[in-house]
Each structure stands twice: as C-alpha cells, then as structure tokens.
C-alpha cells in the first residue's frame, strides 16, 4: 500500500491530542463489507498509527469487527455500517450519540473539545436521513469543532 498521500498532510489547523502535543491522526476508509479488507485494516493502521478510525460498511461477524484487537475502543451505529475505533489507548472518548446511520464521540484534545462523526447512507435508502442524524448532533453543539467521515451515496 503507497502510503507516501498521508505525508505531509496539511490540515487547517493542527489538533494534539490531550497527553501529548502530537497532532490527532484520523484515518477514514470504507471497507466495502469485505471481510479482507476488514481484515488488513491492523496492519493498515500499524502503518500509519491513527488515534482514530473512522469506518464505514466494515464487515462484521456476530456483532463485532473480526480482526480489530480487542484493546481498541470501538463504538457503532445502530445498523453497523458505520463505526468509529480508538487504537490509540490515551484517548478517553465520551459517546455523543448511536443514530442508526451514524455514530457521534467527543474527544477533549490539548486546546478544545472536539465531535467526530462516522456516517454512512446506502444507496438504496434516502440520503437525508442520515443527514438528518447528522444536522441533529451538529446543532446541539454550537460553536463546537467536529470532524465528519461519511459515505453519503444518493441516486439521482
């Protein structure tokens, strides 16, 4: 895998996590609900080492991730096709909210609180539902940093 596009990034500003002055590395992918993909996304991660994942259509067996280690946190929507995962063991994330297209949590970094959202809206339903649940956590924090993965499909 070219890892070379996640180097360098330059982000508006740059967010440290609350025990260190690192910036919070957040990685988005959406796995295709393939097991393999599922599967690779360890040793994805203990490549480029994010604080957070945001995942969505990961593949899931008897109500979990097969494959992710079971020191990560993981949290999901209601319908599993979206999921955020902590492999970072210094982040203490608090749930916001488990819609059924989207799951919200709030992580204090070293300057502000921050919301980061995963959302996903299959093609085969109406888009402004999970758009909805999105509007929803976003307008009861005004004035808050959030960060949003999603895989919004639509047909037109």
């Given at each position: 895998?070219?890892?070379?596009?996640?180097?360098?990034?330059?982000?508006?500003?740059?967010?440290?996590?609350?025990?260190?002055?690192?910036?919070?590395?957040?990685?988005?992918?959406?796995?295709?609900?393939?097991?393999?993909?599922?599967?690779?996304?360890?040793?994805?991660?203990?490549?480029?080492?994010p604080d957070v994942i945001?995942?969505?259509?990961?593949?899931?067996?008897?109500?979990?991730?097969?494959?992710?280690?079971?020191?990560?946190?993981?949290?999901?929507?209601?319908?599993?096709?979206?999921?955020?995962?902590?492999?970072?063991?210094?982040?203490?994330?608090?749930?916001?909210?488990?819609?059924?297209?989207?799951?919200?949590?709030?992580?204090?970094?070293?300057?502000?609180?921050?919301?980061?959202?995963?959302?996903?809206?299959?093609?085969?339903?109406?888009?402004?539902?999970?758009?909805?649940?999105?509007?929803?956590?976003?307008?009861?924090?005004?004035?808050?940093?959030?960060?949003?993965?999603?895989?919004?499909?639509?047909?037109?």
């Amino acid at each position: 895998m070219d890892n070379s596009i996640f180097e360098n990034t330059q982000f508006p500003y740059n967010i440290a996590t609350e025990s260190s002055n690192e910036p919070l590395k957040i990685l988005q992918i959406n796995l295709a609900r393939a097991k393999a993909a599922t599967n690779q996304l360890q040793e994805i991660a203990s490549t480029i080492k994010p604080d957070v994942i945001l995942v969505q259509e990961q593949y899931i067996n008897n109500n979990r991730i097969p494959g992710i280690p079971q020191t990560w946190k993981t949290f999901s929507s209601s319908n599993q096709k979206a999921a955020i995962l902590i492999p970072s063991p210094k982040l203490k994330p608090v749930l916001l909210a488990t819609k059924v297209n989207m799951v919200a949590l709030k992580i204090q970094t070293s300057s502000f609180p921050i919301t980061i959202i995963s959302a996903y809206s299959s093609p085969a339903q109406d888009v402004h539902t999970t758009l909805q649940e999105i509007q929803e956590i976003i307008s009861s924090l005004p004035e808050e940093k959030i960060i949003i993965g999603a895989d919004l499909n639509q047909w037109t």
